[in-house]
């Protein structure tokens, strides 16, 4: 079974409209989530991460995520985005001790 | 500048050539993984390594092997690539699987 879910895999949106992006994990999995972002032609960056403490984790570039252990989920959101928004997100987990799981990514694209 | 290099950035082979895709990071990071990037299907773990000599395999082991004999290196060897293996590959590092990741450019390989 797929340990972490992104349910779209593309979103337009259009600029300065709030954005979020789902994410769901398995309880095979740890609570070590991790919010990536791609953009073209580059490698990954981290945007947030969640280990433990607050449901609502910060990130960069204004987004944030909240942890829902009841229903799985690590939904990423941004209330305003931008132009420069446009990328793939990638949500990921720790499983085990060692290994890092992604999911198959979400194509966020802005329209003016 | 603390970054994660890879090469060759593009490399078109033919099957059964052996190849190795360097990787190096000058953070003195301990944790250090490979994985490839196929469209609909996210990133997956290759191998990763926790430290000098200590390596395990990831999700998508097979045709790859790894080494890692000094902190800062960590190569991607296709002993006998075939064209199920023409993908992006990203190297990675950090200080251990529950911090960020350090992302490379990514390398783009095509087998034919």
């Known amino acids: 079974a797929q340990s972490v879910t992104q349910l779209d895999s593309q979103v337009p949106v259009f600029e300065e409209a709030p954005v979020e992006l789902r994410c769901n994990y398995s309880s095979s999995v740890s609570v070590y989530l991790f919010w990536y972002v791609q953009y073209p032609n580059q490698g990954l960056q981290l945007l947030l991460k969640y280990l433990s403490g607050s449901t609502l984790v910060k990130g960069i570039n204004g987004f944030e995520a909240e942890f829902n252990k009841s229903q799985t989920s690590f939904h990423l959101r941004k209330p305003s985005v931008h132009i420069s928004d446009t990328a793939e997100y990638f949500c990921?987990?720790?499983?085990?001790?060692?290994?890092?799981?992604f999911g198959q990514g979400t194509r966020l694209t802005i329209n003016p | 500048e603390a970054q994660v290099t890879q090469n060759p950035r593009y490399l078109i082979t033919v099957t059964g050539k052996k190849l190795t895709v360097t990787c190096s990071q000058n953070m003195n990071h301990e944790y250090m993984s490979w994985y490839r990037q196929d469209p609909g299907l996210g990133l997956r773990q290759i191998y990763y390594s926790m430290n000098v000599e200590v390596t395990d395999k990831g999700d998508v082991p097979e045709g790859y092997k790894v080494s890692r004999k000094e902190k800062r290196n960590f190569p991607l060897i296709l002993e006998s690539p075939s064209p199920n293996q023409t993908s992006l590959y990203f190297c990675?590092?950090?200080?251990?699987?529950?911090?960020?990741?350090?992302f490379g450019p990514g390398t783009r390989l095509t087998v034919t």
């Open positions: 990921a987990a720790q499983v085990g001790a060692q290994k890092l799981v």
């Open positions: 990675a590092s950090s200080l251990s699987i529950s911090y960020e990741q350090y």
